[in-house]
C-alpha cells in the first residue's frame, strides 16, 4: 500500500508566545539567546488590545505579544497559563488549502482564511486549534517580502547584540494531560497525515520516583516533529503533572533550538544568563561506554555540562535550560546533531534525576 503522504508543510514559521511584559521578554530573548530584533505592531500601527515584538535567529523567528488591556484574550490566556507558548506556525503554500484540509479531516476551526496585504504583497493565514489552548496557525507568505507580515513595522532598536548561532527549530514537546497522549498522537496521523517516529514508555522514561510517557509525530521531509508526553504514574509527582498543575493543562513544554556548534552556543548561552539544568559529574564516568568515540573533546563537554547520546544514525549533543518563565512550566532545549534523529532516550535518566532536584527545591516533587 502506497504511504499517505502528509499536510505539505515547509517548516516552523514562528512561535508566538503570549506573556505578561513583551517589551520586557523581547529584551530578554536578544541580550541571552541572541535574538535579532525584526518587527513591531502595537498602539502606533493600530493595535488596540495587544503589542507584539518580533525576533529572529537564522531561521527562527519568535513573536512576542502582550495585552494592552484586561480585556485582550491575550490577557485571559496570561492570567489563566502565565507566560507561554500560544502559537506554533507552520509555514505552507496554501493556507486555505492546509485549513479546509485539516477541518475536513476533523481539526476544530481557530481563524477561518483570511488575505493581510500592504504595499510588499500579501500573506494569508488560517488557524486550527490543538491540545490544550495551543493552536497551529498555518502562513502563506510567498507573495510578500516585507519584514514579517502586514500590520507590523520594522524594528530597529540601538541595541542588537550578537547572536548565538542558533539556526532553526529542531522540535517542539506538548505536554498533555493523564491518558490525552494516544488522542493527540492519533489526532497528527489523522488529521496532518504525520507518522509515528518513536514512542517510548514508562519504562524508558522513569527513575525510582517518576514517570512519562512520550510519542514523536513528525511529518513526511522530517522537519516537524511534535513529541507528545503523557504523565506516567511513579512513586512522585512527574514532571509532566507538574507542569500541567502550573499551566492550568497541556500546552507546549519545550522548543528544542538546533546550532551545529553547541560549545559555542552554550558558552554564548551561559555568560549572557541564561541556566542550564545541572549535569551530575558522574554521568562522564560512563559515557563513552555508552557513545563510544565521538569527534569532541569529553572534557570541553564536561566543563559545559552538554549531554550525549547515540542511535543507529550517529549521535546528538543537547542541554537543557531551567524554566524560563516564572512557573515551572516553558523550557529550551539547545542540540547539535551528528547524524541521530532520536532524541536523546540515553539522557532520560541523569536528565530526571537532575529535574527531580529541581523539583524537589520548588516543593513539588
Ligand atoms: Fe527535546
Known sequence: MEKTKSLPINGTDYIEFYVGNAKQAAHFYQSAFGFQPL?????????????????????????????????????????????????IAL?????????????????????????L?????????????????????????????????????????????EDAGLMYVDHIVGNVGWNEMDTIAGFY?????????????????????????????ANDNMWIKFPINEPAKGKKKSQVEEYL????????????????????TIDALRSRGVDFLHVPETYYDTVTERVGEIDEDLEVLKKHSILIDRDDEGYL?????????????????????????????????????SIELEQESRGTL
Open 317 to 353: 549533543l543537547q542541554l537543557f535550560t531551567k524554566p524560563v518563565e516564572v512557573r515551572p512550566t516553558f523550557f529550551f532545549e539547545i542540540i547539535q546533531r551528528k547524524g541521530a534523529k532520536s532524541f536523546g532516550k540515553g539522557n532520560f535518566q541523569a536528565l530526571f534525576e
Open 39 to 87: 518587527a513591531y505592531a502595537g498602539l502606533e500601527t493600530g493595535l488596540k488590545d495587544r503589542t507584539s515584538y518580533v525576533l529572529k535567529q537564522d531561521k527562527i523567528i519568535l513573536v512576542l505579544t502582550a495585552a494592552l488591556t484586561p480585556e485582550s484574550t491575550v490577557a485571559e490566556h496570561q492570567r489563566l497559563h502565565g507566560d507561554g507558548v500560544k502559537v
Open 117 to 161: 496585504s500592504d504595499d510588499n504583497g500579501e500573506v494569508v493565514l488560517s488557524g486550527i486549534h490543538t491540545y490544550g489552548e495551543t493552536v497551529h496557525i498555518f502562513v502563506e507568505r510567498k507573495n510578500y517580502n516585507g519584514v514579517f507580515m502586514p500590520g507590523f513595522v520594522k524594528w530597529e532598536p540601538e541595541y542588537q547584540p
Open 91 to 115: 509555514n505552507v503554500d496554501d493556507a486555505k488549502e492546509s485549513f479546509e484540509t485539516t477541518i475536513k479531516k476533523g481539526a476544530k476551526a481557530y481563524m477561518e482564511p483570511k488575505t
Open 189 to 217: 496521523k489523522d488529521v496532518f497525515g504525520f507518522d509515528q517516529l518513536i514512542s517510548f514508555d514508562d519504562k524508558d522514561i522513569s527513575t525510582e520516583y517518576t514517570a512519562l510517557k512520550s510519542k514523536v509525530m
Open 245 to 264: 498543575d502550573f499551566y492550568g493543562g497541556p500546552g507546549p513544554q519545550h522548543l528544542a533550538l538546533a546550532t551545529d556548534d553547541i560549545v559555542k
